[in-house]
T-cell receptor
Framework: AQRVTQPEKLLSVFKGAPVELKCNYSYSGSPELFWYVQYSRQRLQLLLRHISRESIKGFTADLNKGETSFHLKKPFAQEEDSAMYYC?????????????FGTGTRLTIIP | KAGVTQTPRYLIKTRGQQVTLSCSPISGHRSVSWYQQTPGQGLQFLFEYFSETQRNKGNFPGRFSGRQFSNSRSEMNVSTLELGDSALYLC?????????FGQGTRLTVV
């Protein structure tokens, strides 16, 4: 069965320091991975997806199939990055769509 | 385009009661999924509906059920409420692999 693991429930980083939020997955097929973010009092929203290889708000994430990881990184943390981050694995099987989320990491940026 | 709308935003119920939550997806989206969000468990998948059919179901007891109407609006029902059902219930509508979330219904069971 597919699983997404985010080992850190809480992560505190000083402003200007690098950020790395860890995500590991278990899935035997070709994964589609996403990072979702939930800012305080806002709805959960898509941050980025591995397939587009984009950088959003300075964040990037590289899919490492050998290590089954999809860590989220940013070189210099900003205060507005404080939020809850969820890694998610999307599966599509004969039209069945399912997003499996990790338990999330609460990132706090210390001024 | 209007986003995903969930009603009500807040609910307080007592143990043993039942509750119905509603979700209106983004126009044109036929897939609607429900999630339970709690501080300890994170986001847990409840079920997914597509064209009025449940396509996927998570590991929740039968007290949790849902349905989808012909206009893609979805409802989720929880019967015989327990204290542990207190959570934020999120609905997401999807177009292919991208999910768009509502603001959620905060259910408190007392």
């Amino acid at each position: 069965a597919q699983r997404v693991t985010q080992p850190e429930k809480l992560l505190s980083v000083f402003k200007g320091a690098p950020v790395e939020l860890k995500c590991n997955y278990s899935y035997s097929g070709s994964p589609e991975l996403f990072w979702y973010v939930q800012y305080s009092r806002q709805r959960l929203q898509l941050l980025l997806r591995h397939i587009s290889r984009e950088s959003i708000k300075g964040f990037t994430a590289d899919l490492n199939k050998g290590e089954t990881s999809f860590h989220l990184k940013k070189p210099f943390a900003q205060e507005e990055d404080s939020a809850m981050y969820y890694c998610a694995l999307h599966l599509s099987n004969f039209g069945n769509e399912k997003l499996t989320f990790g338990t999330g990491t609460r990132l706090t940026i210390i001024p | 385009k209007a986003g995903v709308t969930q009603t009500p935003r807040y609910l307080i119920k007592t143990r043993g009661q039942q509750v119905t939550l509603s979700c209106s997806p983004i126009s044109g989206h036929r897939s609607v999924s429900w999630y339970q969000q709690t501080p300890g468990q994170g986001l847990q998948f409840l079920f997914e509906y597509f064209s009025e059919t449940q396509r996927n179901k998570g590991n929740f007891p039968g007290r949790f059920s849902g349905r989808q109407f012909s206009n893609s609006r979805s409802e989720m029902n929880v019967s015989t409420l327990e204290l542990g059902d207190s959570a934020l219930y999120l609905c997401a509508s999807s177009l292919r692999e991208k999910a768009f979330f509502g603001q959620g219904t905060r259910l408190t069971v007392v």
